[in-house]
């Protein structure tokens, strides 16, 4: 019987030479290909997980300006926490994010929350005179008076450099009452006329002049009394100011 493979047709045939040998090669380069696009896949999703988590914290911290614009302080405040949690494509968005967390606690009169709040944020955050306003009151409201007198004069540097006249009676207000609360009548003075000097109507007047009285210089009390009252046309002022001259003419 002849062994001839015609005959017998279910018979497979050999491979080719190197037939198996060019599979496990392309088995290879299908499985490095393969790992090089995990690889890429994993490189592009990040990116493109760091992109969104960047967007989502910025989306953040504008949908929380729109809502303290609106009056939701509540929504503001949300909004503004959720932002410091994720990313930001620069850091001076993270600082106007912290800062506006601090000034939201602060016009919402929680003092020590806004210190906290002010307290988390690094020294370059704080590089203008206005970023101390909020937080220099909350200090002194929160009775951290030695920290806000520190604060304090950091501000009206600034200010000074500046040569921004409101930050400049801001600052100077700000330092007098925080003298006041120490009990400093010489520096209450001195910041109290630095303010009656950038604004003769400022209250200031009435606080400086209680001071003096406190000092036993009436006369000085009173002047200063008479100055602000010709100064200043506000009514509620006004009446304040006219009680506390019958005082200090009393005290006589």
């Given amino acids: 019987m002849s062994t001839d493979t015609a005959t017998h047709p279910d018979t497979p045939e050999a491979p080719p030479p190197g037939a198996f040998e060019a599979g496990l090669f392309l088995a290879g380069a299908a499985f490095v290909a393969l790992l ?49 949690e994720g990313h930001f494509s620069r850091p001076e968005q993270r600082y106007m994010c912290g800062r506006s967390v601090g000034d939201l606690l602060s016009r919402r009169q929680r003092y020590a929350e806004a210190v906290e709040a002010y307290d988390a944020l690094p020294p370059e955050a704080l590089s203008e005179a206005g970023h101390y306003t909020a937080y220099v009151l909350s200090l002194w409201h929160s009775g951290q008076l030695d920290r806000a007198a ?37 520096q209450v003075l001195a910041y109290g ?57 009393g005290s006589g």
Wanted: aromatic content about 4%; proline content about 1%; charged content about 25%.
């Fill in 150 to 186: 520190e604060r304090g004069r950091t501000w009206l540097g600034l200010a000074e450099q500046e040569q921004n006249r409101e930050q400049r009676l801001w600052a100077n207000n700000a330092l007098m009452q925080v003298a006041s609360a120490r009990g400093e009548t010489d």
């Fill in 36 to 84: 090089a696009g995990v690889l890429a896949y994993g490189l592009l999703g990040a990116r493109v997980t760091d992109g969104l988590d960047r967007a989502c914290a910025e989306a953040a911290f504008k949908a929380g300006q729109q809502l303290e614009a609106s009056g939701d302080l509540d929504g503001a405040e949300q909004r503004y926490r959720q932002a410091l």
């Fill in 193 to 249: 006329a630095a303010v009656l000097e950038l604004d003769p109507a400022s209250v200031a007047a009435l606080l400086v002049a209680r001071t003096l009285l406190a000092r036993g210089e009436a006369d000085a009390a009173l002047a200063r009394v008479n100055a602000f009252i010709a100064a200043t046309d506000n009514p509620a002022h006004l009446e304040e100011a006219k009680a506390l001259r019958a005082a200090i003419a």
